[in-house]
């Protein structure tokens, strides 16, 4: 069984900088890991995904700003931000799965409880 636990959101002026953690316990070297991102009255989004080899993709609005990275030594996953925007707001969850790749919510099994980003 995996766990997941965000950490590292917060609240930071635009144009400035965040790194969020995601602790995970159990066996997770061969999931996919990503991050995903939603803000109330909207559909949680994915933001960034990598494989297990490193292999990462991003959606457009992040591209370039955002870094997705996994330590599978310590079973952790980060999100480096940079040159944030107000429209990154939202609340961030760190998920993975053994299959999903993708943007899609539904294919990923393991889910942390958030961690809040604000950008103003």
């Known amino acids: 069984h995996v766990q997941l636990v965000e950490s590292g959101g917060g609240a930071v002026e635009a144009g400035g900088s965040l790194t969020l953690s995601c602790a995970a316990s159990g066996f997770t070297r061969n999931l996919y890991m990503a991050w995903f991102r939603q803000t109330p009255g909207s559909e949680r989004e994915g933001v960034a995904v990598v494989a297990s080899d490193g292999f990462a993709m991003y959606v457009d609005p992040v591209e370039g700003r955002f870094t997705i990275s996994r330590d599978n030594v310590k079973n952790t996953l980060f999100l480096q931000m940079t040159n944030l925007k107000p429209d990154d707001t939202a609340m961030y969850y760190c998920?993975?799965?053994?299959?999903?790749?993708?943007?899609?919510?539904?294919?990923?099994?393991?889910w942390g409880q958030g961690t809040q980003v604000t950008v103003s």
């Open positions: 998920a993975a799965d053994r299959f999903s790749a993708g943007w899609n919510k539904y294919d990923y099994n393991y």
